[in-house]
């Protein structure tokens, strides 16, 4: 059977950076790629924010310098899935689409978690020309636009409020006549003169030319009518789910289903660690990502050196 010291799964920015620093660390580690290499990021257009590139860059070309730069150190890429894993057992096991099983001395999930969407026609292929799930990414692109973005929780009250410092109109799109936000979070968006709140309503259409999303039809739930609305951008902010389920419950999972950590990386198991948006409902960003994808690898570092 094949054996590793260090096995990660998931490549966005926080599985490559560990992939970058275990290598550099002489693990030799094997990346599990996933069905999404280089993840989230490989759908967004231009970055702006990832600190060292003052004129921005495209996400999927950081993405590939990320791959070539843990390359350059060894780094092992698989372009397959794992399906599930052994954690009872040490090493632990981890199990390949193809049935191949390899053992590992550490491991790092970096498997992320997925923005949901409503399940509507055309949004998927409409990312990046007017929707998105992320507006601390993409809200600078909508200067003095008009914008709908759906959701009632913390994640729509925080980037509504956020989205207000470019957009001229920000219209919170919400399935009941009451939020689930936090108190605070929802006073904060109430008092905010550019938001302003459609209830009992969802999307039920997005109306779009060949540069993007044009407008929406937005359905009245107690009534059933529909209108169209326009809009520059539609977000939505309804929650993300952790990608876990290969994990089949082996680790302690937070009320969300995000793993839980503990002083950056640590696991429920020890020899475990877990970074980037796969334990991070709060921040989800590349750079944060990228940053606990360090402390994942150094972690797994000092963990198979004391074992030695
Ligand atoms: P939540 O699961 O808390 O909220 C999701 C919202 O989306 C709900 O209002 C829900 O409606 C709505 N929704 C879900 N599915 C659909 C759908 N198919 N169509 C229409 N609406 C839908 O997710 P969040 O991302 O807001 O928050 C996740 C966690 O992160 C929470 O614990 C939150 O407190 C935390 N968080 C904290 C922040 C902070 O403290 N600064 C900032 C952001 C998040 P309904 O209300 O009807 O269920």
Redesign the pocket.
């Known amino acids: 059977m094949n054996s590793r010291n260090c096995i990660i799964v998931g490549t966005g920015p926080a599985g490559y950076t560990a992939a970058i620093y275990a290598a550099r660390a002489n693990l030799a580690p094997l990346i599990i790629e996933g069905n999404q290499p280089g993840g989230q990021l490989t759908t967004t257009t231009e970055v702006e924010n990832f600190p060292g590139f003052p004129n921005g860059i495209d996400g999927p070309q950081l993405m590939e310098n990320m791959r070539k730069q843990a390359t350059r150190f060894g780094a092992e890429f698989m372009a397959t899935l794992a399906t599930s894993v052994d954690l009872k057992k040490y090493p632990f096991k981890v199990t390949l689409e193809d049935g191949q099983t390899i053992t590992t001395k550490s491991l790092i999930v970096a498997t992320g978690a997925s923005a949901?969407y409503?399940?509507i026609p055309h949004e998927k292929e409409l990312i990046g020309k007017g929707v998105s799930a992320c507006a601390t990414c993409d809200g600078f692109f909508y200067r003095n636009k008009i914008v709908h973005i759906?959701?009632?929780?913390?994640?729509?009250m925080?980037e509504a409020t956020f989205l207000t410092k470019f957009a001229s109109k920000v219209f919170v799109i919400?399935?009941?006549d009451s939020?689930?936000?936090?108190k605070a979070?929802q006073e904060r968006a109430f008092s905010n003169p550019k938001i302003e709140f459609l209830w009992n309503s969802?999307v039920s259409k997005i109306l779009f030319d060949q540069a993007g999303v044009t407008g929406i039809e937005l359905e009245n739930l107690k009534d059933g009518s529909k209108k169209e609305r326009k809009t520059d951008g539609l977000f939505m902010?309804?929650?993300?789910q952790p990608n876990t389920n290969f994990l089949n419950k082996q680790l302690a999972l937070d009320d969300?289903g995000f793993i839980k950590t503990h002083e950056g990386p640590y696991t429920s198991v020890e020899g475990v660690f877990a970074c980037g948006d796969v334990q991070d409902?709060?921040f989800r960003q590349a750079i944060s990502a990228a940053g606990s994808g360090c402390m994942a690898a150094i972690a797994a570092e000092r963990f198979i050196s004391s074992k030695m």
Do not use: F, N, Y
Not at 150 to 156: I, P, Q
Not at 179 to 182: P, Q, R
């Open positions: 949901k409503l399940g759906v959701g009632g929780g913390d994640t729509a925080e919400h399935r009941r939020l689930k936000a936090s979070m969802t902010a309804i929650g993300h969300h409902p709060h």
